[in-house]
């Protein structure tokens, strides 16, 4: 099991940044940010494996960053050109599928984090 812990949720309006960190007790070789709508299915973000692939919903790309300090063992997901579609609350995940299966469709992750809460406003 690894704790994990979601910060940097707020509310912005729409054309607005943010930066979500996630803490980690320990990397694993397939992390990533997911986000879910209460009442709808929660959908992946963004993934980023230990040799630094990534790979990101089409919604976010070009939008959205997936990082890491290695140091700090923190996860963050940068977030620019916020849209009110982008609300939600986001989750941490990490024990991600190894291999070419650490990517953002996959949903089967073994440690999730409490989420923080990001809401756009138009």
């Known amino acids: 099991q690894v704790l994990l812990a979601e910060s940097g949720g707020g509310s912005v309006q729409a054309g607005g940044s943010l930066r979500l960190s996630c803490v980690a007790s320990?990397?694993?070789?397939?992390m990533g940010w997911f986000r879910q709508v209460s009442g709808q299915e929660r959908e992946g973000v963004a993934t980023?494996?230990?040799?630094?692939?990534?790979s990101y919903a089409d919604s976010v790309k070009g939008r959205f960053t997936i990082s890491r300090d290695n140091v700090k063992k923190i996860l963050y997901l940068q977030m620019h050109s916020l849209k009110p579609d982008d609300t939600a609350m986001y989750y941490c995940?990490?024990?991600?599928?190894?291999?070419?299966?650490?990517?953002?469709?996959?949903?089967?992750?073994?440690?999730w984090g409490q989420g923080t809460q990001v809401t756009v406003s138009s």
């Open positions: 995940a990490a024990e991600g599928p190894v291999g070419f299966g650490c990517t953002y469709t996959r949903g089967d992750f073994g440690s």
């Open positions: 980023l494996n230990v040799g630094g692939g990534t």
């Open positions: 320990r990397y694993t070789f397939c």
